[in-house]
């Protein structure tokens, strides 16, 4: 591996692509550090310092690298342009005009992305807005009555509401620079970054709270925890498909074999922030309404809140089930992969063309969905039992939705890398 890193550095144009993602990473942490106008730095950090993590925000503040909790000028991360992307993928499948947007190729996708970047900024003004609202009536940091904001004007609330918008958009900007520059995704670079720069600051908690015993339980839990999303991650069921031959004038063309590959976690990460999102909504309404009499709230208050009670546990592990079939439902429909095999000639062996090969698709997606529905739910569950067994940080290091992001981007940019050197006859990472 260490020759690999030493080829890809090698290459001009490759080292190039290497450093500018460095640079631009560097530029996305140092805006994370600024501190948005108007905030009061010190009583930011005392009331951080005293403040046990995890609750309604610990979510967007993971996306944030911890940036929300600072309400720095990228406080915000890249939470509003995942939140705008899944809205669109669910509005493309029930709205007509978008899903013909979606099928006139690159130049519909450019449309539909144009639309992404609109919904984000929109997003981020509601974010924004409620962030400074909470920070400026003393609610955003539990249990600290200190003021977070030099000035509770309007003033300075629309100054930190515009300023905190315009770090999502840089955000954007600097995603699609890595993009159209540099290696792999820049938008899962970006979350990837965010998601790497609170790792060990967690890490390390579990060792000063629990000591070295407890720590080193929790390394060798997160290797094997590595290792099994990477296996899984990696897993997929290819259905083969044959090419008919046809004849176009004088040529022959098909006659080829290929494959459908169908993933286990065919939904990604996505289930996971739904149900994660639909769970903060009964949490909100405790927060907004901490000394109601009101039996639904306090059912909600004892069971529906804290992580670790066992119905929450539940609630949680079959949320994440429903919405991995819902979202793979949505993403892949085997009637039009059907028809495009038909229109062009493929089939399955063993299998006929049209209905049965729909049929044979949504038989084997359901089959692989379930696997995929179980890992997702159990790695999500890992950071609660932590938190339930050992009390900690409920932003658990080895557990839920870090470990998946760090893995899968992690996998995703070594495999680009490694097609970039196999390109100029290198020898790549998996040898």
Known sequence: MLGAFANAFRTPDLRKKLLFVLLIVTIFRLGSQVPTPGVHVANVQACISQLEEGGLYSLINLFSGGALLQLTIFALGIMPYITASII???????????????????????????????????LAVLQATGIVALARNKALLQGCDRDLLHDNGTATFLVMVITMTAGTAV??????LITDRGIGNGMSILIFTQVVATFPASLWSVQTSKGWVTFAIVMVIGLILVAAVIFIEQAQRRIPVQYARRMVGRKMFG?????????????????VIFASSLLYLPAMAVQFNPDSANPVLDFIGTYLVGGDHPLYMA????????????YV?????????????KKYGGFIPGIRAGKPTEDYLSYVLSRITFPGA??????????????AMI???????????????MVGVALDTVKQIESQLQQRNYEGFLR
């Not at 947007?101 to 144009?114: C, F, H, N, R, V």
């Not at 179980?374 to 938190?387: E, T």
């Open 171 to 176: 955000i954007m900007w600097l995603g699609e």
């Open 255 to 271: 006659g080829n074999s290929t494959y459908i590959p169908l993933k286990v976690n065919q939904a990604g990460i996505i289930p």
């Open 329 to 341: 439902s949505i993403t892949f429909n085997p009637v039009e992969v059907a028809d495009n095999m």
């Open 391 to 405: 009390q900690a940080n409920q932003n658990f290091p080895f557990g839920g939705t870090s470990i998946l992001i």
């Open 374 to 387: 179980l890992y997702l739910g159990l790695i999500s569950l890992v950071p609660l039992v932590a938190f």
């Open 315 to 326: 609630a949680y592990f079959l949320l994440i089930i429903f919405f991995t079939y819902f």
């Open 88 to 122: 669109l993928q669910l509005l493309v499948v029930v709205i007509p005009r978008l899903e013909a947007l979606k099928k006139e190729g690159q130049a519909g996708q450019a449309k539909i992305t144009q639309y992404t970047r609109y919904l984000t900024l929109g």
